[in-house]
C-alpha cells in the first residue's frame, strides 16, 4: 500500500536545566510530532498558476492523534553556562531528527531510499517502482 506507520519515536536532547520537567516534555513530544508529520503527511500542493491548493485546514494534511506513535523523551541536563539560569530552548529542537529517522527507518524496511518528503503512500510506491527494489 506505500503507508508508513510509526510504531514508536524516542526523542533524546541536551535541554539544559529542566527548570518544569513536564513542560520541557511536553515540548519535547510536540516538536517529534511536528517532525513526524512533516516526514509523512504535511507537504504544500500548488496549482499551474503557482497559488496553494491545500492552503485550509481541510486540505493541509496535518497528523491527528492516531498518526503518531507514543513518543518518550530523553531529556539530558546539562545547564546552559550562558543563561543565567541554565536553561535552553527545547520546542524547536526535535522537529529535524524525525524527518531523517523515518527517511533512514523507510530504507531499513523496504530497501528504498526517499528523497523527497513527505513520504506519502504514492512517493513510496513511486520510489518502489523506480528503484526496481
Known sequence: TGK???L????????????HPSYVEGQMQGGAAQGIGMALHEGYVYRPDGSMANSSYLD???PVANDLPPIETVMVELPNPGHPYGVRGVGEIPI????????????????????????????ILEELERQKV
Open 8 to 19: 514508536r519515536y524516542t526523542a533524546v536532547q541536551d535541554v539544559g536545566k529542566a527548570i
Open 4 to 6: 508508513v506507520t510509526v
Open 96 to 123: 529535524v531528527p524525525p524527518l531523517a529517522a523515518v527517511a533512514n527507518a523507510i530504507y531499513d524496511a523496504i530497501g528504498v531510499r526517499v528523497r523527497h518528503l513527505p513520504a506519502t503512500p504514492a512517493v
Open 60 to 62: 493541509y494534511r496535518m
